[in-house]
Structures are given as structure tokens and as C-alpha cells.
């Protein structure tokens, strides 16, 4: 089946560490985008690829830090820069170029601190 | 700068009943509009979109939207509640003005559907 498979399910940081979410579809999609997940705030923009080697920062990129070395890759660094990192994060894929086709969305990863 | 609302933090509703679920958007140019629903710890599932066309569009598991450009809402209806409906709802808009990538979400409706 093709889809959007994020890993690991669940993550912990320490401080001063960096982490690194994955996430690899299969979907042969162009496009790959990364959210934040908090409650009751709904999805924010983390970074956006519209091609391989290629991307653009969202609303909230500071604190993370992104590759697209392969179409089916776009791992997500968590550094340490990033205060409060806790929160659920989603990553996403879309047929690239148009804007009327939806997102197709992985099941997450959910980041605390120790 | 395009943005999206969803009024009502939470929606109750009895099963059986016609369901409802709000979102008006603001764009500077046509607005392209989705509603996508989250169950617990899962990703977005994609119910439907308004591109253009048709006002009233029908999506997944029974779920319709009605397009009201003069009111700027996109809200998502279905006749029959089903308790499977429980589930949080996303509305989210890209501004086709703005020669943007970006899709913006509102905050979320969690529907709460009782037997």
C-alpha cells in the first residue's frame, strides 16, 4: 500500500540534544511538508519541500532544520535551539505543482522531554 | 494573508442527527478549501474539497460541504451522526491569491457524536 510512513512513534529528548524525525513516502509525491501539532492551536507550518534539494521555511522553522537529499526522504531535525519541543509532529505529501490536490498525512511522531 | 476559523472549540451532537461543523475563511484572492478529520494519535485522513464548480461538495463517509462565497464559510455537514464520527475536524484554506504553497488550518472542532 502506498503511504506516508513516519518513525519512530514516539521520541524523548534530553537537553541540549538534537533529535531526528523520520518520515519516507512512497506515494511518488513531489512535494513533503512538516507540521506541529499542539493542543487546541491546530497545525502549524514547520518546513515545505517542493522538490528534491530544495526547500523553504514555514511559520515556526526556528529551532529545525531540514534535508531533501531523496524524493521519498525528508527527515525533520528537532535541535536544540528549540525550547519547548514537545508537541505532536506530522508529516505530509502532496503531488507537487498544483494547489488543488490535498495533503496525505503520516500518523506522527510525538516528541517529549525527559 | 490567508487565514481560517472554526468557531466552536466542540460539537455535540446525538446519533442519528444531522451534524454540522463551522469554518469561514479569509483570502485575498479564490479560495481552494479541505476538511480533513484526526482520530486519536493518527495523522490527517482527507474527507473532501471545494476547488471550483458545484457549491455543495460531497466527500467520504457521508460528509458534505456547502461553499458560501458572500458569507466565506465552507461548513461540513452530514444527515446522520454516526458515534464513529467522534473525532477532532480540521478545515484548512489556500489562498490562490497569494501564489502560495501553504495550507492554513483552523485550530479544530472536536465532534462529539453520543449514542
Known amino acids: 500500500d502506498g503511504g506516508i510512513t513516519q518513525s519512530p512513534k514516539y521520541l524523548f529528548r534530553k537537553e541540549g540534544q538534537n533529535v531526528t524525525l523520520s518520515c519516507e513516502q512512497n506515494?511518488?509525491?513531489?512535494?513533503m511538508y512538516w507540521y506541529r501539532q499542539d493542543p487546541g492551536q491546530g497545525l502549524r507550518l514547520i518546513y515545505y519541500?517542493?522538490?528534491?534539494?530544495?526547500?523553504q521555511k514555514g511559520d515556526i522553522a526556528e529551532g529545525y532544520s531540514v534535508s531533501r537529499e531523496k524524493k521519498e526522504s525528508f527527515p525533520l531535525t528537532v535541535t536544540s535551539a528549540q525550547k519547548n519541543p514537545t508537541a505532536f509532529y506530522l508529516c505530509a505529501s502532496s503531488i507537487g505543482g498544483g494547489h488543488t490536490e490535498p495533503q496525505h498525512f503520516g500518523d506522527g511522531t510525538r516528541l517529549s522531554i525527559l | 494573508a490567508q487565514s481560517v476559523a472554526q468557531p466552536e472549540d466542540q460539537v455535540n451532537v446525538a446519533e442519528g442527527n444531522p451534524l454540522t461543523v463551522k469554518c469561514t475563511y479569509s483570502?485575498?484572492?479564490?479560495?481552494?478549501l479541505f476538511w480533513y478529520v484526526q482520530y486519536p494519535n493518527r495523522g490527517l485522513q482527507f474527507l473532501l474539497k471545494y476547488i471550483t464548480g458545484d457549491n455543495l461538495v460531497k466527500g467520504s463517509y457521508g460528509f458534505e460541504a456547502e461553499f458560501n462565497k458572500s458569507q466565506t464559510s465552507f461548513h461540513l455537514k452530514k444527515p446522520s451522526a454516526l458515534v464513529s464520527d467522534s473525532a477532532l475536524y480540521f478545515c484548512?484554506?489556500?489562498?490562490?491569491?497569494?501564489?502560495?504553497?501553504?495550507?492554513?488550518f483552523g485550530k479544530g472542532t472536536k465532534l462529539s457524536v453520543i449514542p
Open positions: 483570502v485575498s484572492g479564490n479560495p481552494y
Open positions: 506515494l511518488n509525491h513531489d512535494a
Open positions: 519541500s517542493q522538490i528534491v534539494n530544495d526547500f
Open positions: 484548512a484554506v489556500r489562498d490562490t491569491g497569494a501564489g502560495s504553497y501553504q495550507l492554513t
